[in-house]
């Protein structure tokens, strides 16, 4: 019912900056909170970033907190992930995620119901 392709992934020297675009589909888009999520190699895929349905509200993971920012444009149906200040420990997997019905955001990937494919973040030192 909802599909997400996300795009904007890299490589970027440690320090740059990168911007992640996610495009939604399918659904309406301005009813659910949006987050971002990571998946490096041999890790479990990790929370980084969450927006409510209208963008009052966000939240991040401590180990992005004041480098990276998320925003979204409901008119656009599309959800942002600015990295700034990026940092070798960043290069992972980067994947947008959609609640079913939730307004509210989220941090657990289990309270997600639709995913993107992921665009790869490369950050070298």
């Known amino acids: 019912q909802v599909q997400l392709v996300e795009s904007g992934g890299g490589l970027v020297q440690a320090g740059g900056s990168l911007r992640l675009s996610c495009v939604a589909s399918?659904?309406?888009?301005?009813?659910?909170?949006m987050g971002w999520f990571r998946q490096a190699p041999g890790k479990e895929r990790e929370f980084v970033a969450t927006?409510?349905?209208?963008?009052?509200?966000?939240y991040y993971s401590g180990s992005v907190k004041g480098r990276f920012t998320i925003s979204r444009d409901n008119a656009k149906n599309t959800v942002y992930l600015q990295m700034n200040s990026l940092k070798p420990e960043d290069a992972a997997g980067y994947y947008c995620?959609?609640?079913?019905?939730?307004?509210?955001?989220?941090?657990?990937?289990?309270?997600?119901?639709?995913w993107g494919q992921g665009t790869q973040v490369t950050v070298s030192s």
């Open positions: 927006i409510s349905w209208n963008g009052g509200d966000t």
């Open positions: 399918g659904r309406t888009f301005s009813s659910v909170a």
């Open positions: 995620a959609a609640r079913e019905y939730g307004a509210n955001y989220a941090t657990n990937p289990g309270d997600f119901s639709f």
